[in-house]
T-cell receptor, first 113, second 118 residues
Framework: AQSVTQLGSHVSVSEGALVLLRCNYS??????LFWYVQYPNQGLQLLLK??????LVKGINGFEAEFKKSETSFHLTKPSAHMSDAAEYFC???????????FGGGTRLMVKP | ETGVTQTPRHLVMGMTNKKSLKCEQH?????MYWYKQSAKKPLELMFV???????ENNSVPSRFSPECPNSSHLFLHLHTLQPEDSALYLC?????????????????FGEGSRLTVL
């Protein structure tokens, strides 16, 4: 079985501040890990993913995430928040054994001017 | 243009109505999904189709009836719904459940159909 835990359902940062959204996973086999973003009144879109290779992956809009196997984590970061980053962010884990994508509960990011 | 189009975007229906949600993908994918997104609850996978065959029914009540006539189209037929079924219904597609490799787990979502049951 696999699961995803996102710590903090709401995160608020000031414009220009560091963004850190936390994600921990459990998986019985090496996972593929994803971050999806959902802007208001839209569906989800892929932000970045880790499959194999380099553990630091870069995505769209300046976001990046680091896969840390020892910590079973895949936290999402961005050095400087922009107002347009306000959205809900979902971490997800996939493994070939189940052929299924399991989502975390989501973290709503608010950016203050 | 996301490549996955859902209609209608908004739907209000009474508990005795019958309506359908439609999803169409223009990406050449072979797998399609229905998800339910309710306020304050995690995304719930409802159904999965791979090459038009249903591979997953996540204990969804029978008042939700999916239909996948081909790999590009997916419907969700609704009848005798309850107010707690009010939610955003998201359709997604992927290359295929057995595509493996770099595309595994990569889903493309539509913008959703917001359903309100009165």
């Amino acid at each position: 079985a696999q699961s995803v835990t996102q710590l903090g359902s709401h995160v608020s940062v000031s414009e220009g501040a560091l963004v850190l959204l936390r994600c921990n996973y459990s998986s019985s086999v090496p996972p593929y890990l994803f971050w999806y973003v959902q802007y208001p009144n839209q569906g989800l879109q892929l932000l970045l993913k880790y499959t194999t290779g380099a553990t630091l992956v870069k995505g769209i809009n300046g976001f990046e995430a680091e896969f840390k196997k020892s910590e079973t984590s895949f936290h999402l970061t961005k050095p400087s928040a922009h107002m347009s980053d306000a959205a809900e962010y979902f971490c997800a884990v996939f493994n070939n054994a189940g052929n299924m994508l399991t989502f975390g509960g989501g973290t709503r990011l608010m950016v203050k001017p | 243009e996301t490549g996955v189009t859902q209609t209608p975007r908004h739907l209000v229906m009474g508990m005795t109505n019958k309506k359908s949600l439609k999803c169409e993908q223009h990406l050449g994918h072979n797998a399609m999904y229905w998800y339910k997104q309710s306020a304050k609850k995690p995304l719930e996978l409802m159904f999965v189709y791979n090459f038009k065959e249903q591979t997953e029914n996540n204990s969804v009540p029978s008042r939700f009836s999916p239909e996948c006539p081909n790999s590009s189209h997916l419907f969700l037929h609704l009848h005798t719904l309850q107010p707690e079924d009010s939610a955003l219904y998201l359709c997604a597609s992927s290359l295929g459940l057995t595509s493996g490799g770099r595309t595994a787990g990569e889903l493309f979502f539509g913008e959703g159909s917001r359903l309100t049951v009165l």
